[in-house]
Structures are given as structure tokens and as C-alpha cells.
């Protein structure tokens, strides 16, 4: 059998054994039954209850259903005013004020699956299809690198062009790219290689575990179980639950950071809210740790795809508000990524409520970073912001904001379990503040523009005097070291770090 025949390939696919080996007593971890009587069990929830309800999240502890449940449900502005304030808080005090960044890299469009709200679906006669070469990826990877970027999440469509062996492949070729940095004498390259893929059997998984993959992502999309399969008409993705255990898997394969995603606007907020909620307690349950990080892209209009101009379940700003605060309350120490799809002014805006890692610079067409302008037929949906690296971090400084760059946790094993319990214990938050200054500081003087050096600058100097005024750093013996690094850093070493 042919393995490049698309249809024979995405017939293969799915292994029913490693999904059933999940279920418990034959059902998935979403009950929808219970997840609507939670929702309206918990309705009108009174202010004192609300209340106490964030009082758990600053003890930086993870959220019963029923008390998500009871946050989705206020109708009191005033007391959501109070819930973007905890949330803030939270924030601040699991992961300081830093923001992290990161470059998404589309390597092919070729996709065997008919998504009705995605352009690369497979029956969309206008995508222009294209799958890039290992020379072509280090060629994208360069300019990605110019920007200043240090981490790429990785996109593929499901398609056996680009299976696992090929995505090894691309990971290997991205690491190996080394660029001399645009001032100074300093270099750059990618030290973070992240991947957001269809899901994948153990075996696969296990090749990109030793390829040096950072984060698995996969995105649920909906969490309800209809939905899910009207919006997913044909191949393998039209498996509910080969997705819904696509990051179980992942774990038994020693991927221990991982990802989840719901794509909000295919059906009720609230309703995707729960399913993220249920998906990290069930990873909490059958591996002793959750999901590394959070997505939550909205829908954006697609080329070729009338649904995505059309559904009726499309969130309004105030409500995506509303279910990244709610996030961020219900699961204080994981990572919440807000990308480029949305607006510079809403980004601006819900930052503030929890998210810690965001893209700028960013092209999704297949190739098209280096290109002059964005071409909609080979991308994926429409971005809503599409400002530069450097425009973004600087408004970011303005705001009192720092840029991380940092991805020492990975490299010296602050992963999964262990960043989980440092994160807890809001000790990776104090790791991470140096590293983000030492790494900030390469940014500025390798690629930085005069203007958002000279803020950047002021900010590392509130960061140098907050650092010093920390019990934590001088209980630990951490400020000379970190000095000594600094110095370093300054003068031309790269990739230092505690
Ligand atoms: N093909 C793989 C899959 O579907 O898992 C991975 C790549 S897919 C290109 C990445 C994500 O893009 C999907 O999981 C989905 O959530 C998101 N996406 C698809 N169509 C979108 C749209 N019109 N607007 C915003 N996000 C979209
Ligand atoms: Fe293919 Fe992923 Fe798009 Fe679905 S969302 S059509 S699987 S690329």
C-alpha cells in the first residue's frame, strides 16, 4: 500500500486502541449533560460566593467545575470588574509582568481533512497548495530569527506529506539555523521549536519527543460532541475522540508540555470554557499534570469558507474578555496565548487579564515571511494584527510590560511536573524575571530599533532595582550571578541563563 496516497494514508490513521485506553468505563471525560446542569445549577451566583471564589484563585489553586461554572455566570458588570481585577493579580503574581513571544512558522497547506471553518481544507479549489522544503523552512527561519524571535510554533495541515517523519525533519532544520544578529556582534537562532499538528499515534509522538519538539499543541476546537461532528464532515479529524486523547497520548509518548486549544465561535463560550476546565482536570487525573498552556483563537474569516463570516456563535470582544478572565481564574498557574488574529487594541486590552505569551511579525501564508504582502489564498484566515516584533514589544514596555525570550525552563528541565509545582509555588515567576532581563536585553541590542531600546533600557532598570529589593533572589545567592550575567550579555555572550 502506497503510504503517499492521501486517502489510504488518512484511513490508517486512527488507532482505536490508544483512544479506548483512555475512556473511563467507556465514556469520555465530557459529559455534556453534567456540563449544562453545572451551567445552570450555578446561575446568579451571589457577590460573596464570587468572591470567594477568586480568593481560591490567588491561593493559586485550580478551580472546581462548579465553581467555573458559577464565574461564567455573573451578570453583575461591577463584579466582573472585580473578576478582570483578581485575574490581573493572579496574573501578576504567578508570572510577574512578562510576556513572552513567539513566531508561528505555516509549513505546508496540504490538509486531507474538511474543517468547514479553515482555508486549507482539502475541498477548497482556491488554496493554493504548498509544502515547504527543508531549504525553504531554514530559509523562513532566517528571517523569522532577523526579527528577533527565538520560538516557533509550527504549523502543518494532516496530510501524509507532512507526517511525522517530515515535521522531524523541519524541527531538525529550524535548530540548525544560526544568523548573525542585525547589530552588534551577537547571533541568533531558534532555541524553542513548538508544534501545533493534527494528532498523531504514540509511535509518531515518541519520533518528535526525540526530534527536540518543545509544546504539542492540538486544539479541540468544540468540546461539544454534535458540533464537533457537523463541523468536521471527513477525515480523520471527524474522530472526536482521537483528538479529544490527541495530548494523552502525547504524555505516554514523554511529551510532558503540552497544549490545548478551543477555537471560540463554533459554539456557546461558556459551554468551551467547561470543556477546557474538564480536559486539564482529566490530564490532571490520569498524568498528575495539565495542559502547559491555554488557547482560545477566535474564528476569523477564511478565503473559501462561508462559515467563518457566518456563524452564529461568534464571540464579541466583551465576551472574549470574559472567557480569558474566567480562564486565568480557573487555572491560575498555565499559560494563557492570545495570537495575532486579534485586533493591537483588544490584545492591548485582555493582556492585562492574564495572557503570557503572544506572536507579532506574524505571516501565516506558506512561505511568506521575506514577502512583501500577504497573499489570502495560501493563507490559513485573516490576521487582525499585523505590526512588527519590535512595534508590539514597545508598546508592551510602555505598559510596564517585559519581553521574555527566555526558554531556559525547557532546556534545564523545568518542565512539566516540575514547572508545574514551580509555578505553583510562584517560584518559576522569579526564575523567569531574570531570565526575561538577560534575554530582553539580547533583544535590544541585537535587534531592537533606537526607540524601543531607549524604553526597553528603563524598563531593565525598574527590573535591576525590583530584583535587588526581592528577599527571594538574595535569600537564593542569585544577584551576583545574575549580575556577572548581565555584564556578560552586555558584552556580546548569548543564551546565558539561571
Ligand atoms: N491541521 C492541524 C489541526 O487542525 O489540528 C493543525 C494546524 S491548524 C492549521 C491550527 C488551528 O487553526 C486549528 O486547530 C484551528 O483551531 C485554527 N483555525 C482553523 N481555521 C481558523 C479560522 N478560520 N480562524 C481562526 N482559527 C482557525
Ligand atoms: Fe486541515 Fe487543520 Fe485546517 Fe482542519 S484546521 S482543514 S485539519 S489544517
Not at 472585580?82 to 503574581?93: C, F, H, P, Q
Not at 462559515?307 to 461568534?314: D, E, G, H, P
Not at 533606537?450 to 530584583?467: A, C, H, P, S, Y
Request: proline fraction near 3%; hydrophobic fraction near 35%.
Amino acid at each position: 500500500m502506497s503510504m503517499t496516497n492521501p486517502k489510504e494514508w488518512a484511513e490508517q490513521v486512527i488507532k482505536q486502541e490508544e483512544i479506548d485506553k483512555y475512556l473511563i468505563n467507556g465514556k469520555d471525560f465530557i459529559n455534556e449533560e453534567t456540563i449544562l446542569n453545572k451551567l445552570s445549577f450555578n446561575h446568579n451566583p451571589d457577590k460573596q460566593r464570587v468572591r470567594d471564589i477568586m480568593q481560591k484563585s490567588l491561593a493559586v489553586e485550580r478551580l472546581e467545575p462548579d465553581e467555573t461554572a458559577a464565574l461564567l455566570n455573573v451578570k453583575d458588570e461591577d463584579l466582573w470588574q472585580e473578576m478582570y481585577d483578581t485575574a490581573y493579580k493572579v496574573k501578576r503574581k504567578v508570572y510577574d509582568n512578562r510576556i513572552v513571544f513567539f513566531a508561528p512558522l505555516y509549513c505546508s497547506n496540504l490538509c486531507v481533512n474538511n474543517c468547514v471553518y479553515c482555508g486549507f481544507r482539502k475541498d477548497n479549489a482556491e488554496e493554493k497548495r504548498r509544502i515547504l522544503a527543508a531549504e525553504e523552512i531554514k530559509a523562513q527561519t532566517k528571517y523569522v530569527i532577523e526579527e528577533g524571535h527565538k520560538r516557533m510554533i509550527v504549523v502543518f495541515g494532516e496530510h501524509p506529506l507532512s507526517d511525522a517523519d517530515y515535521m522531524v525533519e523541519a524541527i531538525k532544520a529550524i535548530y540548525n539555523v544560526r544568523k548573525k544578529s542585525k547589530y552588534g556582534s551577537g547571533y541568533g537562532n531558534i532555541r524553542r521549536v513548538n508544534i501545533n499538528a493534527a494528532p498523531m499515534a504514540i509511535r509518531d509522538l515518541k519520533k518528535l519527543w526525540e526530534a527536540g519538539i518543545g509544546t504539542y499543541q492540538v486544539f479541540q476546537e468544540t468540546y461539544h460532541h454534535k458540533t464537533y461532528h457537523d463541523l468536521h464532515p471527513s477525515g480523520p479529524k471527524s474522530n472526536y475522540l482521537w483528538r479529544l486523547y490527541a495530548l494523552h497520548r502525547a504524555m505516554d509518548a514523554g511529551i510532558d508540555d503540552i497544549a490545548i486549544g478551543a477555537l471560540f465561535g463554533l459554539y456557546d463560550w461558556r459551554f468551551e470554557v467547561m470543556g477546557l476546565l474538564y480536559h486539564t482536570i482529566d490530564l490532571e487525573k490520569q498524568f498528575g499534570i495539565g495542559p502547559h498552556t491555554i488557547s482560545f483563537p477566535r474564528l476569523n474569516p477564511a478565503a473559501g469558507s462561508a462559515f467563518s463570516n457566518n456563524s452564529q456563535y461568534k464571540v464579541s470582544d466583551d465576551d472574549f474578555k470574559k472567557i480569558i478572565t474566567v480562564l486565568r481564574l480557573s487555572v491560575p498557574y498555565t499559560g494563557l496565548i492570545i495570537t495575532a488574529r486579534e485586533k493591537a487594541d483588544l490584545r492591548k486590552d485582555v493582556i492585562k487579564v492574564g495572557c503570557t505569551q503572544t506572536d507579532a511579525s506574524t505571516r501565516i501564508g506558506i512561505g511568506e515571511y521575506g514577502q512583501e504582502a500577504e497573499d489570502k489564498n495560501s493563507q490559513q484566515f485573516i490576521l487582525g494584527d499585523i505590526r512588527s516584533l519590535d512595534t508590539v514589544i514597545r508598546e508592551f514596555a510602555e505598559m510596564g510590560i517585559i519581553t521574555s525570550f527566555c526558554t531556559a525552563g525547557y532546556r534545564c528541565g523545568r518542565t512539566g511536573d516540575r514547572i508545574m509545582g514551580l509555578l505553583k509555588n510562584c517560584v518559576e515567576g522569579k526564575f523567569c524575571k531574570l531570565n526575561a532581563v538577560l534575554t530582553f536585553k539580547e533583544y535590544l541590542n541585537d535587534y531592537a530599533s533606537k526607540d524601543t531600546r531607549k524604553i526597553g533600557e528603563e524598563l531593565i532598570m525598574k527590573e535591576f532595582k525590583e530584583i535587588k529589593e526581592t528577599p527571594f533572589f538574595k535569600n537564593h545567592n542569585l544577584i551576583e550571578k545574575f549580575e556577572e550575567y548581565y555584564d556578560r550579555v552586555s558584552n556580546g555572550e548569548r543564551d546565558l541563563f539561571l
